[in-house]
């Protein structure tokens, strides 16, 4: 997976040699089929497993970070008009930009920006799990559907950026924002937030393949990731980083894409 989206995001790059920093793009995508060749090498169990996980994992930061040079640091057209209509039409309003506005709570905004923050323990907590018990193709199961997850989100970041609210609209201010949760969602995102990506929410996405690869793990496991896993769902509306579209295309691509993966892994099998 990660040697495909290396040669088609660059391909794509290569096309927008005019922006900066659009080589070293190119040259880092087009070395991942060598990587993931590298990967394979790798033995199954034991250290090798783990590093055979881990390193994709790493290689996801590195690949977001790059949707910022993709999209030209901001200076690409975005498509948040026709999601803005759409969200007119269904709500009567911005609901990523009203809502909160309409019904603040330090409750819901410190308990609802933890849920948020919650997406860097519940994407890797699985994995932590399996590896304990050293479940290697487990392991890579649940690896295969979140990384696809995530590969899917950028390629549409790529294909059709969307800003989203945290962009688009003036930001939270005041006692709404003066939780900790908060502070550290922000904090966060100050340094590492990329241009663009917000259709669909990989949030949304990553964190419901977790939940759901996190059920295959263990029953109680995944109960306890599902139920934050779908307030985050709630949490990125309310508290402006996405809107609602990007949030419900996020539920889908977390549920259907690591199913197409599954389904993929036991054609190969046969």
């Not at 590093?51 to 977001?64: F, S, T």
């Not at 896993?229 to 508290?239: E, G, P, Q, R, S």
């Amino acid at each position: 997976m990660l040697a495909g989206y290396g040669l088609v995001i660059a391909v794509v790059a290569l096309g927008r040699l005019d922006q900066r920093g659009i080589g070293w793009i190119v040259a880092a995508h087009a070395a991942l089929p060598l990587l993931a060749w590298l990967a394979t090498r790798a033995p199954r169990e034991g250290t090798g497993a783990i590093l055979r996980g881990a390193y994709p994992v790493v290689i996801l930061l590195g690949l977001y970070a790059s949707l910022d040079v993709l999209n030209g640091f901001g200076s690409v057209p975005v498509h948040d008009a026709p999601l803005l209509r759409l969200e007119q039409a269904l709500f009567g309003m911005q609901p990523a930009r009203d809502w909160w506005r309409a019904a603040p709570s330090r409750f819901w905004s410190t308990l609802l920006h933890a849920v948020y923050f919650s997406y860097y323990v519940i994407v890797p907590l699985p994995l932590l799990v399996l590896a304990a018990g050293r479940r290697w193709d487990e392991m890579g199961r649940y690896l295969d559907g979140v990384i696809a997850v995530f590969l899917a989100c950028y390629l549409c970041y790529v294909a059709w950026p969307v800003a989203g609210p945290y962009y688009e609209f003036a930001r939270p201010t005041g006692t709404f924002v003066a939780n900790l949760p908060a502070r550290l969602v922000y904090g966060t995102l100050s340094g590492g937030s990329s241009y663009g990506a917000a259709f669909p929410s990989s949030h949304v996405a990553a964190t419901l393949a977790a939940a759901l690869g996190g059920w295959r793990v263990s029953r109680r496991l995944g109960m306890v990731l599902l139920v934050p896993a779908l307030l985050l769902a709630v949490a990125v509306v309310y508290c402006q980083m996405h809107y609602v579209v990007d949030s419900a295309a996020g539920l889908v691509v977390g549920t259907a894409v690591p199913l197409a993966v599954d389904r993929w892994r036991v054609r190969a099998r046969r």
